[in-house]
């Protein structure tokens, strides 16, 4: 059953695997964000959807900082 497994196979599964615990906190993240509107949060939710590892990335990076910082910054 094995005989075609590869080493490399391993790296793969890990980095699968690591992009899906990266999208499911994420979308956890953007749900409970204490600041973020109903309407932000779902487009936040749309974007991770539809780009599930830059989208992830993109939030954790910028998002998760807006939606949870004091008073967003005004225009």
Do not use: K, N, Q
């Not at 830059?54 to 998760?64: D, K």
């Amino acid at each position: 059953m094995f005989a075609s497994f590869e080493p490399w196979h391993v790296v793969l599964l890990l980095i699968w695997l690591a992009a899906v615990v990266l999208f499911i906190a994420a979308l956890i993240s953007i749900i409970r964000a204490p600041r973020a509107s109903t309407g932000e949060r779902v487009i936040w939710v749309l974007v991770v959807l539809i780009l599930p590892l830059l989208g992830s990335i993109v939030w954790f990076a910028i998002g998760r900082r807006y939606a949870t910082a004091g008073d967003p910054p005004r225009a």
